[in-house]
């Protein structure tokens, strides 16, 4: 649990602190009737993290009260949203409100009994005609008079099925002219005779949400009823109804917090529907879905998603969160897990006229400022493909990448130099004739070539044949009303991209940085060995800034037409100066930078300056040069002066390579850092946030974290190690991320396995 508590955790130990509580009890209590979509995620994670974080229990109940929209597959779909996203409910037992149809009933009985509660029979028309409007008082139906008797004898014959729907419903009788509408006799049952999928016929009057819902919070013992700001005048009837009845102490109390609103993103579970049944998307699972089930299928990984609900925080108002917030923490998270591997969506043959045989090139899959071991073998021979954006015939100014002059280096291989260009008989290019430098192998190269960048290939003998489909946010405007605001270039898919033969055979994850292109995941669905299927699951840059920016001020423009589109990349940065140059040559060529830092680093004197001071600390170019470029240049951006200085950095990254903090914690350090300008060692000793190495330390509350979920011990242990993460997420949540990652991981699996 973090030292700064939101405004609902302050209430829960408030509440235990003056014993109005013994123990904390929470519920997420969703309708059964659609994919529960980034909104539950949020909600889950309140719910849930509130009970593990004051060591009570939290329900998960499907609120079925209405049986023509719910079903079994949407019950489905929210446990397993749930157990994906690490979490597991009280008594590992599933809850319903259905379960509570008999109770429920006895208690609308009673409140007949006590005269507050009749069966009312006029129409839909008339009860909004008689409710008034905000300035205006309602007024009572004439049936409010009927007896006692003669309501208690038309409900029950109201639940044996006498009347066809819609005849007569049951209302609350409390006050027509209350300021709050919901006030005004609310409807406590109405008649529907339709199939429920768990209890078949026997019922034919449902109550309503308001009224069942703080019902089932009383009978299950919840003591906060936590949901979101639509509901904050519907408290009213939920006090209304335990206070009426007088039910017995303790009761739960409602409290409400801001609904999660996200830009491009509509989570209206009606127009989601409409998608699902108009074919404007696959299925709910659909990676372009805000659903748990489209987020898991597109790639994105529980860590993304919690750590999203965990930045955008707990708020008492409504607001809209920028959706490439999300798209952030996937970038964030994929970044030291994902292997980067070569792909090509665009092939064109590239013939190397001097290079015979083959061999085959060491090369790993993290770059080497991720301490992350594990390479592959990739095979290379006189014909290979590469990108067909990587060559022009006629290079606009600042084209990097190879031409008719300009050679350019095959990434981990050879740099080669263009001789020959073949076109067919319309002109388009087909191949390209190439020759390489013997003496230019990457990691071992004597040839003094210098080249301005490293481009993605894959070898013509060997690559595997894949599908590819990238995905863009469904919705093209800001704020999507419906089907008009669709994006119709949220989905392409290329039938005939290539891939290294590694990713294949090796597996090494099911998620991959295919190199300059962005993230990508193995379609759980659809992926075969005959047809392998991979979806992008976020680009390498927030794409939609770009494009956003370029709205707003002309800019030039370069457009390449290509025959597979792709994310369009607009705008032309102006050539580096002779001094530019001679940085980004230095970065890239002496200190083993990668293009994309050594341009951020190059192009600005502030941050090169502040880089330089940093390096004449610490000989570790790669690692300070990821946090200038990144962290240090995002709070250049915000403010015209920093709190913290180069000194300070190398710091920072001297605890990391030593082990004294992890990359996580490296985050919160620097966010202090940023705020007061205290040196970090100083912010680490008192704050306490030493990493954890120490086996004794570690190893019990690994015993722990197993001996809570047995069920995934066993699902673990039957075949599903992709819960393994589960147990590591759990081991690491308890040390509030203190644990090293590494023990971690060796210590579960030793565990796991024993």
């Keep these: 649990m973090s030292e700064s508590k939101d405004f609902l955790r302050t209430i829960v130990e408030n509440d235990l602190k003056s014993g109005k509580y013994n123990e904390v009890v929470t519920r997420f209590p969703p309708e059964p009737n659609g994919f529960p979509h980034i909104g539950h995620a949020k909600s889950i994670c309140i719910n849930f993290g509130i009970a ?36 597991s409910w009280g008594s590992n037992k599933v809850y319903y409100t259905s379960d509570y149809f008999p109770k429920i009933y006895d208690y609308a009985v009673q409140l007949i009994k006590m005269g507050k509660a009749y069966v009312d029979s006029i129409n839909e028309e008339e009860m909004r005609e008689y409710r008034g409007t905000v300035t205006q008082a309602g007024r009572r139906s004439k049936y409010a008079n009927r007896s006692i008797e003669e309501n208690l004898d038309l409900f029950e014959r109201m639940k044996k099925g006498e009347f066809k729907d819609g005849a007569h419903v049951l209302r609350a009788k409390i006050d027509m002219s209350a300021a709050n509408m919901k006030m005004r006799d609310p409807l406590l049952y109405r008649i529907r005779h339709a199939h429920h999928f768990r209890t078949g016929d026997e019922w034919c009057i449902y109550p309503m949400y308001d009224y069942a819902h703080c019902l089932s919070d009383y009978i299950e013992g919840v003591t906060h009823s936590i949901c979101t700001l639509e509901f904050e005048n519907n408290r009213d009837i939920y006090d209304w109804v335990l206070d009426t009845l007088e039910l017995k102490l303790p009761r739960p109390y409602q409290h409400e917090f801001a609904r999660l609103g996200i830009n491009y993103t509509v989570m209206s579970k009606r127009k989601l529907l409409e998608l699902v049944n108009g074919n404007y998307v696959s299925g709910w699972d659909d990676p372009r879905m805000p659903t748990i089930a489209g987020y898991k299928r597109r790639g994105y990984t529980r860590e993304s998603i919690l750590n999203f609900c965990d930045q955008i925080g707990i708020a008492k108002a409504n607001s809209m969160v920028d959706v490439s917030q999300l798209e952030f923490c996937i970038r964030d998270d994929l970044n030291t897990k994902a292997p980067r591997v070569m792909a090509v969506l665009d092939p064109i043959k590239v013939t190397i006229v001097n290079y015979n ?201 370069v457009v390449v037409k290509q025959e597979v589109k792709k994310e369009a990349v607009i ?32 192009r600005d004197e502030e941050l090169s300056k502040f880089y330089e001071e940093a390096l004449a600390e610490l ?65 680490v000793e008192e704050k306490g946030l030493v990493q954890i190495t120490d086996v004794n330390i570690i190893l019990p509350i690994i015993d722990e974290v197993i001996a809570k979920n047995p069920d995934n011990v066993a699902k673990y242990k039957a075949g599903n190690d992709k819960l393994f993460g589960f147990f590591v997420g759990q081991v690491l949540k308890a040390t509030d991320g203190k644990a090293n990652p590494k023990v971690v991981n060796d210590l579960v699996i030793e565990k796991l396995n024993s």
């Excluded at 130099?417 to 190439?434: F, H, L, Q, R």
């Excluded at 003496?439 to 599908?467: C, L, P, R, Y």
């Excluded at 597996?507 to 300059?516: L, M, P, S």
């Excluded at 580096?576 to 951020?600: H, P, R």
Aim: contains cysteine.
């Design 52 to 87: 593990n974080d004051y060591n009570g229990y939290c329900n998960l109940r499907m609120d079925d009260t209405n049986p023509t929209t719910e079903d079994t597959k949407y019950v489905e779909a929210l446990k397993d949203a749930v157990e994906w996203l690490g979490f």
């Design 357 to 557: 045989g083959s061999e085959e090139i060491e090369a790993p899959y993290f770059p080497h400022d991720i301490p992350k071991d594990g390479s592959r073998k990739i095979p290379f021979s006189n014909v290979v493909f590469i990108e067909r954006e990587d060559f022009s015939e006629n290079p606009v100014k600042g084209y990097n990448r190879l031409t008719l002059e300009q050679p350019v280096r095959l990434r981990h291989a050879y740099i080669i130099t263009c001789k020959e260009v073949i076109k067919d008989a319309s002109g388009n290019i087909v191949e390209i004739k190439a020759e390489y430098n013997p003496n230019s192998k990457s990691g071992n190269d004597t040839s003094g070539i210098k080249v301005k960048s490293a481009i993605q290939w894959v070898d013509a003998k060997t690559a595997k044949k894949i599908e590819v489909r990238l995905y863009d946010r469904l919705y093209k405007n800001e704020a999507p009303e419906g089907l008009e605001d669709l994006n119709p270039n949220s989905l392409t898919i290329i039938k005939d991209a290539l891939i290294e033969p590694a990713v294949i055979t090796d597996k090494a994850d099911v998620r991959f940085q295919f190199e300059r292109e962005g993230y990508f995941y193995a379609d759980p669905i659809d992926y075969t060995d005959e047809n392998p299927v991979f979806n992008k699951i976020v680009g390498l840059k927030d794409s939609w800034a770009k494009k956003t920016k370029t709205e707003d001020k002309p800019v030039e423009k």
């Design 571 to 602: 705008g032309v940065e102006q050539e580096m100066s002779e001094s530019q140059k001679a940085l980004f040559e230095k970065y890239t060529n002496k200190l083993g930078l990668n293009n994309e830092v050594s341009n951020i680093l190059a």
């Design 619 to 683: 000989n570790s170019p790669v690692a300070i040069a990821n946090i200038v470029a990144n962290d240090v240049a995002k709070e250049l951006k915000q403010s015209d002066k920093l709190n913290f200085n180069a000194k300070q950095i190398v710091q920072l990254v001297k605890m990391i390579d030593e082990e004294i903090i992890s990359n996580k914690i490296a985050k919160q350090v620097f966010e202090e850092m940023v705020k007061s300008g205290v040196n970090p060692e100083k912010i």
